[in-house]
T-cell receptor, first 114, second 112 residues
Framework: ETGVTQTPRHLVMGMTNKKSLKCEQH?????MYWYKQSAKKPLELMFV???????ENNSVPSRFSPECPNSSHLFLHLHTLQPEDSALYLC?????????????FGEGSRLTVL | QKEVEQNSGPLSVPEGAIASLNCTYS??????FFWYRQYSGKSPELIMS????GDKEDGRFTAQLNKASQYVSLLIRDSQPSDSATYLC????????????FGQGTTLQVKP
């Protein structure tokens, strides 16, 4: 199995839908992250979880709701999104949240909001 | 001022040449610096990290750091078409919380 797996790889949803993105890491890491990647913009950090506790919430709108039930799984729940939320959502893990800088990324979930 | 700045490119070099990718950052207290490579349609992967002033070499890749000038660069020697990708500079803020700030990336094209 690959280190960090994300599902679904592609998602199309309307503005009134509710959907979830799933991330699973098989590396034994303690920290997990959600990043947003939009065209022509830098990667934007959304959330950081360390040992299942949220340690960073980077001023993300409440229509994005993260959940980390254990150190191997991370979800991003989506509801009433806007077209500008269309982007590639990348999950990553690292051995700790203490700043090693070595992130292992999943392949991403490409989200399109109609 | 952007926290991490890169020229978006594209930077085009012939096969076998040296590609030079540059990055500047605004937080003078930053301690850790990273280069990620992202192929089209793929996720970023870490290729180099550097923590001290000077050069760090790994195969065909050399990272250079100048904290006084708040400047970090990546040199790729003997560039190959397979090096064609977007290179992301990332900086760990001085608070060392694990919060990496990324630049927008430089697209490198190596022409055969």
């Amino acid at each position: 199995e690959t280190g960090v797996t994300q599902t679904p790889r592609h998602l199309v949803m309307g503005m009134t839908n509710k959907k979830s993105l799933k991330c699973e890491q098989h590396l034994g890491h303690n920290a997990m992250y959600w990043y947003k990647q939009s065209a022509k913009k830098p990667l934007e950090l959304m959330f950081v979880y360390s040992l299942e506790e949220r340690v960073e919430n980077n001023s993300v709108p409440s229509r994005f709701s993260p959940e980390c039930p254990n150190s191997s799984h991370l979800f991003l729940h989506l509801h009433t999104l806007q077209p500008e939320d269309s982007a590639l959502y990348l999950c990553a893990s690292s051995p700790s949240s203490g700043g090693t800088g070595e992130l292992f990324f999943g392949e991403g979930s490409r989200l399109t909001v109609l | 001022q952007k926290e991490v700045e890169q020229n978006s490119g594209p930077l085009s070099v012939p096969e076998g040449a040296i590609a030079s990718l540059n990055c500047t950052y605004s937080d003078r207290g930053s301690q850790s610096f990273f280069w990620y490579r992202q192929y089209s349609g793929k996720s970023p992967e870490l290729i180099m990290s550097i923590y001290s002033n000077g050069d760090k070499e790994d195969g065909r890749f050399t990272a250079q750091l100048n904290k006084a000038s708040q400047y970090v660069s990546l040199l790729i020697r003997d560039s190959q078409p397979s090096d064609s990708a977007t290179y992301l500079c990332a900086v760990n803020l001085s608070s060392n919380t694990g919060k990496l700030i990324f630049g927008q990336g430089t697209t490198l094209q190596v022409k055969p």
